[in-house]
């Protein structure tokens, strides 16, 4: 069966500091990977997706960048954390053909300070 | 007009009640629905998953998917305070492009 890891769960950073998030999938090869903001009352904001290793797309401007370095692996970093990068950061995944799921990590809760 | 909308409540109701939660759409194109139950601090986890129109249950839960008038809702007979959480909504195009809604958060009162 299929897993997804996504580490750390908390993570208290000051301001200006790097980010590194790392989010792995377990179980399928080739899946398309997502990573999302999740703000209280706002839903959910996708931030990056990949199709494949290299292959990022951006939806949103922002302090952020993705990497996919490896098929199953998912980096969401940051060279410079403002306060406003503060939230609930999710990896998921979705795998190829008719059945289009997102299964989500467990998230990432970052607390710029 | 955003692509999806969902009452995002608060939703208080006893035990052993039966729980309604619904979402809108616009876009047509929408072939895939699907529900998630999210506790607090964790991740989204899928709960239930239709594809097209109809109904699936599956045991306390049912998923109804109306697309003629976009309009897709959650059933839950019997709900118990374990199923406090919030709920959200989510659709797909066969474009694998996926859309939320803002989530219903859900109380069950013992």
């Known amino acids: 069966s299929q897993t997804i890891h996504q580490w750390p769960a908390t993570l208290v950073q000051p301001v200006g500091s790097p980010l590194s998030l790392e989010c792995t999938v377990e179980g399928t090869s080739n899946p398309n990977l997502y990573w999302y903001r999740q703000a209280a009352g706002r839903g959910l904001q996708l931030l990056f997706y990949?199709?494949?290793?290299?292959?990022i797309s951006s939806e949103v401007p922002q302090n952020l960048s993705a990497s996919r370095p490896q098929d199953r692996q998912f980096i969401l970093s940051s060279k410079k954390l403002l306060l406003s990068d503060s939230g609930f950061y999710l990896c998921?995944?979705?795998?190829?053909?008719?059945?289009?799921?997102?299964?989500f990590g467990a998230g990432t809760r970052l607390s710029v300070l | 007009q955003k692509e999806v909308e969902q009452d995002p409540g608060p939703l208080s109701v006893p035990e052993g009640a039966i729980v309604s939660l619904n979402c809108t759409y616009s876009n047509s194109a929408f072939q895939y629905f699907m529900w998630y139950r999210q506790y607090s601090r964790k991740g989204p986890e899928l709960l239930m998953y239709?594809?097209?129109?109809g109904n699936k249950e599956d045991g306390r839960f049912t998923a109804q998917v109306d697309k003629s008038s976009k309009y897709i809702s959650l059933f839950i007979r019997d709900s118990q305070p374990s199923d406090s959480a919030t709920y959200l909504c989510?659709?797909?195009?066969?474009?694998?492009?996926?859309?939320f809604g803002t989530g219903t958060s859900l109380t069950v009162i013992p």
């Open positions: 989510a659709m797909a195009n066969t474009g694998n492009q996926f859309y």
């Open positions: 239709t594809y097209s129109s």
């Open positions: 990949s199709v494949g290793i290299g292959q």
């Open positions: 998921a995944w979705s795998g190829r053909g008719t059945k289009n799921i997102q299964y």
